[in-house]
């Protein structure tokens, strides 16, 4: 098998690392670590037969549309390049042969795309979770229960590159607010929370824990009080640290190990509603959001994530867009393999073999799958056979 060491280079930790999906890069810490490309055969793919792939055709469709755009060399600014023209090239043949069934989709893959095994010094496992667009319950004005906002994206709200001003620096995206001639830190979310805050309500919601769930996961099916619903989406964030309800609970020993999982979480939240709003607040990062129209949830590549098949990635290794194959365990522990496409990022998804599997859209009944899932698994990432030969 092929061999290709990728050095990884570090770059300073600016800020805390960021908060969940479709957000931009964050500033975070690159580590010095060095991955390795395995070239395999399909037929080594656990599972690569009884995949039936009936949703990849349509999802390797959006991917094209987005890749055929692209000006850029490659087709993410990743440690493991995948050639841009080469990419577009398979694409136009895919759109040619105007393939619509799994087992053509499967076929077009085994002939134009080289699976090669993804590891990190010499190692291929990984850690697997899993999340969803979560559900909540809101109405466009406040009133009664519904006294907790969903704000847009503020207006006061500023970005910047660091790599803009000088190419040497790394490429890191800061955020802040202008306070007479300085650029100041955003308000953390206890400051958001607590005093008038200057950005538009989108929604009003009946669950300051619901609400934190949501921008966990990033995104939400928001069902309305007048009996229609709208989908949720991430717009921006901001640039706080960000510390994951789980881990806080964990460290004030007020869930056990092993049993942290959105499910308990989410109750302890419920039933301790006074410490909640305090406990909540030490994630000091706030999420705000936007409507989506049409089909969603989007995830960081621009196009609408498909249940069981998107998967979130750290896109400083994997590049997005990429198709990949997934080897993992369900929470009951079967097996999963199947293939995805990586399109999708998220705040606590860091390392080369490390991945969150999009499980779907609903209530509680979606979160005790995807609240559960914590696998050790390996994947592999397919680039199409002009470009592998380089690999």
């Known amino acids: 098998m092929k061999r290709i060491p990728l050095l990884f280079l570090f770059a300073l930790l600016l800020t805390g690392c960021p908060d969940r999906r479709e957000e931009k890069p964050s500033p975070g810490s690159m580590p010095d670590e060095e991955v390795e490309l395995s070239e395999a ?59 619509n ?59 910047l590159n660091l790599k803009d001003f000088d190419p040497d620096l790394p490429n890191m995206r800061l955020v802040g607010r202008v306070s007479g001639q300085k650029m100041l830190p955003y308000y953390t979310r206890e400051e958001i929370e607590k005093a008038p805050f200057a950005a538009p309500v989108l929604l009003w919601g009946d669950s300051a824990v619901d609400i934190h769930i949501m921008q966990i996961q990033g995104s939400a099916v928001a069902k ?18 960000f510390r ?40 000091e990062r706030y999420i705000f959001h936007r409507i989506i129209e049409g089909k969603g949830p ?27 194959w997934l080897s993992t365990r369900t929470p009951d522990g079967k097996p999963l393999n199947k293939m995805v496409a990586a399109q999708d990022i998220g705040g606590a998804i860091k390392g080369a073999v490390r991945g969150d599997y999009f499980w779907g859209s609903g209530g509680d009944e979606i979160l005790a799958q995807a609240g559960k899932m914590n696998s050790a698994g390996h994947y592999y990432i397919l680039i199409p056979k002009e470009a592998a030969g380089d690999k």
Request: hydrophobic share 35%; glycine share 8%; proline share 4%.
């Open 224 to 241: 309305l009080d007048d009996g229609s619903s709208v989908r949720i989406g991430y717009a921006d964030n901001n640039g706080r640290r």
């Open 101 to 159: 069934k799994g087992s053509e989709f499967k076929v077009f893959v085994e002939e134009n795309f080289t699976p090669f095994l993804v590891q990190t010094d010499g190692n291929a496992e990984g850690k697997f979770t899993s999340y969803y667009e979560s559900e909540i319950h809101a109405s466009r004005s406040r009133h009664d229960k519904y006294v907790y906002p969903v704000y847009g994206r503020p207006a006061d709200l500023i970005e």
């Open 41 to 99: 055969a399909f037929d080594e793919l656990e599972g690569w037969q009884e995949d039936e792939m009936a949703e990849m055709a349509d999802l390797f469709a959006a991917n094209c549309g987005k890749i055929e755009k692209l000006k850029t060399p490659f087709i993410d600014n990743s440690r493991i390049k995948i050639d841009s023209a080469g990419y577009r090239r398979v694409c136009t043949e895919f759109f040619r042969r105007k393939i």
């Open 244 to 283: 994951g309800i789980g881990s806080i609970l964990l460290a004030k020993g007020l869930l056990k190990p092993g049993k942290a999982d959105m499910i308990s979480i989410k109750k302890w939240l419920n039933d301790n509603p006074a410490e909640a709003q305090k406990l909540m607040r030490e994630n």
């Open 298 to 324: 989007v995830g960081a590549f621009g196009v609408p994530l498909t249940a069981g098949r998107s998967l979130a990635v750290d896109r400083r290794y994997v590049p997005l867009g990429a198709l990949m």
